[in-house]
């Protein structure tokens, strides 16, 4: 289902909701979904983070509800390789701020925890690299007894990483398409290691090619969610071969 909003200048946005499966890298194999959100805009799809920081808070609290509940609503499985299925959903911090919009948004995804048996990984998004770490600590405690696992969404930029170092965080989690080259592993790598001061985790989002999720694996990253239009699979039950880590450093996703 779409849901629409109204940037400045009166411009439509209309989100969507979409379920993406997560490979943990470790073992190649599916351990959950990534809940997202996509922006289509003059007919193209993009990721939904641009369109949201277009508008106001009050907007963005409606369409994270609204996205929540329509992309969970329906789902009634999640693969987790005969474990617990983790299940990545993704809310701006304004949102999670307000104690009335943090309260609803804890009781779906609570009722949609249970319901699928999932372990929730919730990914708090638009982060502004000035805000308090005092504030976001304190917003952590709040939803720690419904979200025991937590990672930063973010780009990666040095303000941003640096604000959120120290935070009890427990990962952080980029866009593919925010990256120079996915499929450049050493360039994985490097991104791998700054973000590892927010959090010993990392989930690289929508990955498109093959090659991208080799890189990823081999840099010693997480976790993925895969973009199954683009990278021509119908379901990864085994997402791909097991190869070394020639980078060191690997996180065991079991852990989550």
Known sequence: MTISAIAPKG?????????????????????????????????????????????????????????LGEGLTGTRTLHGDGRAPLLFAP????????????????????????????RL????????????????????????PTCRVVFARIRIERRAIMALTDCTLAGASIEAAHIADPEDEDLLTRIRLALASIGPRMLLHAVRTTAALHAAQGAGIS??????????????????PARSNKSGGEVTPAAA
């Open 121 to 144: 990984v919730l990914e708090i998004t638009h982060l502004d690299p000035g805000l308090p770490p005092s504030r976001l600590v304190e917003v952590l405690a709040l939803l720690r």
């Open 11 to 67: 411009r439509v946005l209309a989100f969507e909701p979409i379920l993406r499966p997560v490979v943990a890298l470790k073992s190649g194999r599916t351990r959950g979904s990534a809940l997202d959100r996509l922006l289509r805009e003059g007919g193209e799809e993009k990721p939904a983070e641009a369109g949201l920081a277009r508008l106001s808070s009050y907007d963005i609290e409606q369409v994270d509800r609204s996205l």
């Open 91 to 118: 809310v701006a911090f304004c949102t999670l701020a307000s104690s009335r919009s943090r309260r609803a948004v804890l009781g779906t995804l609570a009722e949609a925890q249970m319901r699928l048996g999932a």
């Open 223 to 240: 976790y993925a969610s895969l973009d199954l239009a683009h990278l021509g699979l119908a379901h990864p039950g085994v997402a791909t």
